[in-house]
């Protein structure tokens, strides 16, 4: 069964992913919203992981995407974007998606 960490902030989520990484147990993927506390936002948050995982499947997830264009978070990497509200299937959806993309590259 797999762990599925959830933290406050994207701060705390690069150091945790750091850890993971030092201790070579990386994570599958990513679900980030797009805005969050911290410096660090969605989009940014994906940026700093990249650095240390490049390859690291990532779902955005927002209530407000109605204001922004969609490929644009596509351009910035993520492989899915999911609006809110949703349910356990279009999360398992994204995930799958996510992770069947980052596979089709590799």
Same mark, same amino acid.
């Given at each position: /069964?797999?762990?599925?960490?959830?933290?406050?902030?994207?701060?705390?989520?690069?150091?945790?992913?750091?850890? /993971?990484?030092?201790?070579?147990?990386?994570?599958?993927?990513?679900?980030?919203?797009?805005?969050?506390?911290?410096?660090?936002?969605?989009?940014?948050?994906?940026?700093?992981?990249?650095?240390?995982?490049?390859?690291?499947?990532?779902?955005?997830?927002?209530?407000?995407?109605?204001?922004?264009?969609?490929?644009?978070?596509?351009?910035?990497?993520?492989?899915?974007?999911?609006?809110?509200?949703?349910?356990?299937?279009?999360?398992?959806?994204?995930?799958?998606?996510?992770?069947?993309?980052?596979?089709?590259?590799?």
């Amino acid at each position: /069964k797999r762990q599925v960490p959830s933290v406050a902030s994207g701060d705390r989520a690069i150091d945790i992913f750091r850890g /993971k990484m030092e201790e070579a147990i990386p994570f599958d993927a990513l679900i980030t919203d797009l805005t969050m506390p911290g410096r660090n936002d969605g989009v940014q948050l994906l940026r700093r992981l990249r650095e240390l995982d490049p390859e690291i499947p990532a779902v955005l997830s927002s209530g407000a995407l109605h204001r922004q264009n969609i490929s644009s978070y596509r351009d910035a990497g993520f492989q899915y974007v999911l609006r809110k509200p949703f349910g356990e299937m279009e999360i398992r959806n994204a995930l799958a998606r996510a992770l069947a993309e980052r596979d089709s590259v590799a």
